[in-house]
């Protein structure tokens, strides 16, 4: 049998459990795609499985072993090449650690910085992008840094409106692609 898919397999229903909350269930998945990836996985993939891992921990108040996990996961990405997508997610999950239980903003946006400037390093455009912004902005705020927080607010609401712009002009030419295809259909019919 194919270990890979089948950590694949337990990872997706992670996902799909994670979606409604069930974080039991999605960390049961988890550490069954975490274990086999630690066997058989690239770096990574274990890098994934890790970041999966501790969410579900997350979703049950083990905050502990999600941040254990996050450590070991950026240790794992820092060392390894094209691993810069789960870097922006393990930074972005530490600055939220240091933010939301220990209230320490200044190391929390350090780990934002990191993070925001992986995916303008790497040109990453879309929720990659939008993402790592709101909570510099957050953070700068927090800090009385309120130019750099209106910076970042104002890059956050312009990126948001881009991305709403690019929705709209994908939703309209889809739009028209269905009208043509309905038109010829119908000429089709007669």
Do not use: C, W
């Amino acid at each position: 049998r194919n270990k890979a898919l089948e950590a694949y397999g337990h990872s997706a229903i992670g996902n799909i459990y994670e979606s409604r909350n069930d974080g039991a269930i999605a960390l049961k998945n988890y550490q069954i795609s975490l274990k086999i990836r630690r066997e058989v996985g690239s770096p990574n993939e274990l890098a994934s499985s890790l970041i999966e891992t501790a969410r579900a921990f997350n979703i049950l108040n083990q905050y502990n072993k999600s941040y254990d996990l996050i450590q070991e996961g950026i240790k794992i990405a820092e060392q390894n090449k094209n691993n810069e997508l789960n870097l922006v997610y393990l930074y972005q999950m530490l600055g939220h650690e240091y933010e939301g239980r220990y209230k320490d903003h200044k190391t929390a946006l350090q780990y934002f910085l990191k993070s925001y400037n992986i995916v303008t390093e790497n040109n990453f455009t879309g929720e990659n992008s939008i993402n790592t912004i709101k909570p510099i902005a957050e953070m700068y705020f927090k800090l009385g840094d309120y130019k750099n927080s209106a910076t970042y607010y104002k890059l956050h609401h312009d990126l948001l409106n881009e991305n709403q712009q690019r929705v709209n002009k994908e939703l309209i030419k889809t739009e028209d692609i269905l009208k043509e295809e309905l038109e010829k259909e119908k000429l089709a019919v007669q």
